[in-house]
């Protein structure tokens, strides 16, 4: 398996000199779904910020390190450029045009592929999140909150990304919803091949999905290994788990 994403060193600081990221260093393999666990303020956010360039957008910047992405240095790129290169971003906040309905949301981002391709994206979020199929009129502000979180993973895979980010998949969503989205994510990342990196405050949830996980605090990586691993290790059971 190749790494397509290599994270080293990497510090990042808001305005008024608050240093967020104090040397993250983490990699993604080809295919692999990654999460990235961590308590409130670890820098988990920051971290996916950072790689999708839009830490900009928050008056922050990279002062130091790497980010490389299929042999390409993004650290420090805008966001439309690293678009274009294949990282989509599933954010925290703002994940649809709430004015817009669930189709005109899918037509706006995937806008830049032809006709049959736009189609066949489309078709395959529809079939794997039949919900959304059912409201494709709906206006995307009326939607529930795991809807919300479909049309947003939805919104996300219509641009085909070669590496997806998701921002807390799971927050504030009711335990059936999250089942079901996660049991989707599975069929989908099968179908496409994608590869995931997604920011997890459930530890239960993030070793169900990914086959690897860091674990950041303090803005730094202090613990990574397969998911298998990490939830057999007292530290992350009894801080994460609540099983010690
Ligand atoms: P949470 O789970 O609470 O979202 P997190 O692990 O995602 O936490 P970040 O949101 O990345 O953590 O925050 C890392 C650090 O950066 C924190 O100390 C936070 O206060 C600071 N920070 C985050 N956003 C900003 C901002 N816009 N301006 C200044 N400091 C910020």
Known sequence: MSTLLTVENLHVSYQRAITALTGVSLSVDSGQIVAILGANGAGKTTTLRAISGFIGLDNARVTQGSIRFDGTELARRPPYQ???QGIALVPERDKVFPNLS??????????RSDGAERARLQDLVYTHFPRLGALKKREAGLLSGGERQML???SAIVCAPRLMLIDELSLG??????????????????DLGLTILLVEQSAAVAFRLAERAFVMEHGGVVLSGS???LESNDAVRNAYLGTG
Request: glycine share 2%.
């Open 227 to 229: 998911s298998a691993e």
């Open 152 to 154: 947003a993973l939805g």
């Open 102 to 111: 669930v189709h005109e949301n899918l037509e706006v981002v995937s806008s």
């Open 173 to 190: 969503l009711a335990p059936v919803i999250v089942e079901e989205i996660v049991e989707h994510l599975k069929s989908i990342r099968t």
């Open 82 to 84: 690293i678009t274009r």
